[in-house]
C-alpha cells in the first residue's frame, strides 16, 4: 500500500539495542531523527539501562533531548524504560501523553512529522501500531507484527487473521522491518 507511506524522506534510523525473546525477554529499541523531532520506539526490558542509553549518547543525544517515545503495544517488555526520557511525548494507539495532559486521538495515519507516520496493525494485541519511517534508503517499519525475521506466527497473538493482513499491509510498504525482539530485515519489496 503505497498510500500509507511517509510523505517525505528526511528521516534517520538506528538500532539502540536488539531483542530477544525465550526464557530472558528484551525488546528492539530503535531511535528516529527527523530535523527536531528524536523519537524512540519501544524502551522497554533490557537487560540494563545502559544498552538504551549508552547508544543513545553515542549518537549524540541526551534522554532529555527525546522528544518523543512510540510504544508499539503495552505490554511491559516494551514500556519498561519510558521514564528514562522525562521531556518525552509518549504515543499509543489512541492517545499523546505528556506530564498530566492526554490527548485523544487515532494514531492511523498521525504524522510525529512528514517522516513519521503511525498506522494501526492489530494481532499481536487489539492496539498495536506500526510506526513507519521515510529514509533515504527506503521506508522503515518498526512493529511487533513480527517478533523476529523468521516468525510464522505468535503465539501471543490475540488475532492471527489481522497479524497476517497487518503483515501483508506493511511487507507491501516497507523496505526493512525492525520486529519487536530481532534483528531488521529487509522485506524484499524493492
Known amino acids: 500500500m503505497t498510500g500509507d507511506r511517509p ?3 528526511t528521516a534517520t534510523y538506528a538500532i539502540l ?9 528484551a525488546a528492539t529499541v530503535g531511535f528516529v531523527r527527523d530535523g527536531d523531532t ?3 520506539t519501544d524502551p522497554g526490558m533490557v537487560r540494563d539501562r545502559r544498552l538504551i542509553l549508552d547508544p543513545l549518547r553515542a549518537l549524540g543525544v541526551a534522554p532529555e533531548e527525546v522528544t518523543d517515545v512510540v510504544f508499539s503495544h503495552h505490554h511491559p517488555d516494551h514500556t519498561l524504560n519510558a ?3 522525562p521531556a518525552a511525548r509518549f504515543h ?3 492517545a499523546i501523553y505528556s506530564g498530566d495532559r492526554w490527548e485523544w486521538r487515532d494514531a492511523e495515519g498521525y504524522e510525529l512529522t512528514p517522516s513519521i507516520r503511525l498506522i494501526r496493525t492489530p494481532g499481536h494485541t487489539p ?3 506500526t510506526t513507519l519511517v521515510g529514509t533515504a534508503d527506503g521506508v522503515v517499519a518498526f512493529t511487533h507484527l ?3 525475521a523468521d ?3 505468535d503465539r501471543h497473538a490475540t488475532d492471527l487473521a489481522a497479524l497476517h493482513a497487518g503483515r501483508r499491509r506493511v511487507a507491501g510498504t516497507v523496505d526493512i522491518v525492525v520486529p519487536g525482539h530481532g534483528p531488521a530485515f529487509q522485506t524484499g519489496r524493492t
Not at 539495542?17 to 525477554?25: A, C, I, L, P, S
Open 146 to 148: 513480527w517478533n523476529t
Open 7 to 9: 510523505r517525505a524522506a
Open 92 to 94: 499509543d494507539h489512541w
Open 17 to 25: 539495542h536488539t531483542g530477544y525473546g525465550e526464557r530472558e525477554v
Open 151 to 153: 516468525s510464522v506466527g
Open 83 to 85: 521514564a528514562l526520557f
Open 38 to 40: 528524536l523519537v524512540v
Open 127 to 129: 492496539e498495536d501500531i
